[in-house]
């Protein structure tokens, strides 16, 4: 039985073509299923790298594997086969969604506490400076059952309304068939927040 935070066997064996990688030469990878459950524990837990349990093995290695992951955009290859699967079982809410956002406070690391000279932060970490210190905003858009179709990044003193407009035009439910994924629904939820009558105006030609 799988531990909290980490795959089931058949979690695994969806997707982990995705992540294991044939190496004949070299030094000899460490168990990607580990790492990926290590890279599940730090981030469901909300705990630092570093405070990561010794199982998974060293932190830094895991945390490269993250990274590696990251930027051939691996987890977005994820996101978008369970979203397939999730489609085709008719799980996925095509009629109601909801557009909300949340802010994260920088940790040290990310905000540059400690750092001696070097490149500045790039813009694509979507810092900004509010109230809450140095913060990123995600905007997301999912089903009522909470399953995320779409999200963006923001620097954190910026407006929900900003962004609405723009989540909702690049949203795109995931198929296995041909032919255009459907990418509208007949009811959007949302706060306050989104209360404008540009995006009003928006919306429903957007699900004309």
């Known amino acids: 039985m799988a531990k909290r935070y980490e795959l089931s066997d058949a979690s695994w064996e969806m997707i982990k073509d995705l992540i294991t990688l044939d190496q004949k030469t070299g030094r000899p990878r460490n168990n990607d299923r580990l790492m990926l459950n290590g890279i599940l524990w730090v981030l469901c837990s909300g705990a630092t790298w570093r405070d990561m349990p010794e199982r998974f093995g060293p932190w830094s290695t895991v945390y490269q594997r993250f990274r590696d992951w990251r930027n051939r955009g691996t987890f977005d290859q994820m996101l978008k086969r369970l979203n397939i699967k999730l489609n085709e079982q008719g799980l996925i809410d095509l009629d109601t ?30 810092l900004g400076l509010s109230r809450g210190g140095l913060t990123t905003k995600i905007h997301r858009l999912c089903d009522s059952n909470g399953i995320p179709l779409c999200f963006n990044f923001s620097d954190g003193q910026a407006s929900d309304i900003a962004h609405a407009q723009p989540l909702l035009d690049r949203v795109q439910i ?18 306050k927040g989104y209360d404008a009558e540009h995006l009003i105006r928006h919306y429903f030609s957007y699900t004309a």
Not at 174 to 191: F, H, I, M
């Open 97 to 126: 969604w909801m557009i909300d956002s949340t802010t994260v406070r920088a940790t040290r690391a990310s905000s540059g506490v400690g750092k001696k000279g070097g490149a500045e932060e790039p813009l694509d970490h979507e």
């Open 174 to 191: 995931p198929s296995s068939q041909r032919g255009r994924s459907p990418k509208r629904c007949r009811w959007l939820l949302a706060d």
